[in-house]
C-alpha cells in the first residue's frame, strides 16, 4: 500500500523554537507538497517541489523554508515558530501525471506556545 | 489566478435524502478532484474526472464535471450517517501535466438519523 508517512502527529513547540516537519513517500513520486489547514480558510499551499534540490513558493511561504535533498523527502522548516504558525500541516505526493491527484500523509497537529 | 468556490460550505441532511454539492472554477481546467476529509483526519481521493462529460460514480456519491461551465457537481443519493465527513474539490491550475493543485474551502456535510 502506497504511503505518505509524516514523522509525527501531533507536537507543541515553544515560541522561537526552529522546527522541523518531516514527509516521506514510498511512490518514488516527482512532486511533493506542503498545505497548512486552518478553520474557515482550506488548504493553503506553503512550498512545492518537482525535483530533487528543487523548490517554489505556494501562497503562503513567510516564515516557511523547505528542503528536498532526496525525491523520497520533503522538509518542512519553521525558522523562528510563532503563536500563528499553530495549524494542521499536511504533505501530499503526485505522480504528476494528472491521472491520480495527490496522496496525502495524515498530517501534523503543530501547536505553537 | 484560478479560485475555487464550493457551496454550500455547511450542509445538514436527513439520511435518506438526495443533495449535491457544487465546486465553480474561475478559469480552464478539465482536471478536477475530490477529496473527503474525516474529523481530525488527512484527506483521501475519492473521484478523479479528466475531462469534459466526466461521471464517476461510488456508492452513493456520484461526481461530474462540465469544463465549459467550469463547474463540478458530487451527488449524494440517499444518504446514511457514514457519509457524515468534510468534502474537497480542487482543480488542477497547471496545464503543463506538472500537477499543482488549488482546493475549495470544503462543505462540512452531517447526515442526521
Known amino acids: 500500500d502506497v504511503k505518505v508517512t509524516q514523522s509525527s502527529r501531533y507536537l507543541v513547540k515553544r515560541t522561537g523554537e526552529k522546527v522541523f516537519l518531516e514527509c516521506v513517500q514510498d511512490m518514488d513520486h516527482e512532486n511533493m507538497f506542503w498545505y497548512r489547514q486552518d478553520p474557515g480558510l482550506g488548504l493553503r499551499l506553503i512550498y512545492f517541489?518537482?525535483?530533487?534540490?528543487?523548490?517554489e513558493k505556494g501562497d503562503i511561504p513567510e516564515g516557511y523554508s523547505v528542503s528536498r535533498e532526496k525525491k523520497e523527502r520533503f522538509s518542512l522548516i519553521l525558522e523562528s515558530a510563532s503563536t500563528n504558525q499553530t495549524s494542521m500541516y499536511l504533505c501530499?505526493?503526485?505522480?504528476?501525471?494528472?491521472?491520480?491527484?495527490?496522496?496525502f500523509g495524515s498530517g501534523t497537529r503543530l501547536t505553537v506556545v | 489566478e484560478l479560485k475555487v468556490e464550493q457551496n454550500p460550505l455547511f450542509l445538514s441532511m436527513q439520511e435518506g435524502k438526495n443533495y449535491t454539492i457544487y465546486c465553480n472554477y474561475s478559469?480552464?481546467?478539465?482536471?478536477l478532484y475530490w477529496y473527503r476529509q474525516d474529523p481530525g483526519k488527512s484527506l483521501e481521493s475519492l473521484f478523479v474526472l479528466l475531462s469534459n462529460g466526466a461521471v464517476k460514480q461510488e456508492g452513493r456519491l456520484m461526481a461530474s464535471l462540465d469544463t465549459k461551465a467550469r463547474l463540478s457537481t458530487l451527488h449524494i443519493t440517499a444518504a446514511v450517517h457514514d457519509l457524515s465527513a468534510t468534502y474537497f474539490c480542487a482543480v488542477d491550475e497547471d496545464q503543463g501535466g506538472s500537477e499543482k493543485l488549488v482546493f475549495g474551502k470544503g462543505t462540512k456535510l452531517t447526515v442526521n438519523p
Open positions: 478559469t480552464t481546467s478539465d482536471r
Open positions: 501530499a505526493s503526485s505522480a504528476g501525471t494528472a491521472n491520480f491527484g495527490y496522496t
Open positions: 517541489s518537482y525535483d530533487v534540490k528543487m523548490k
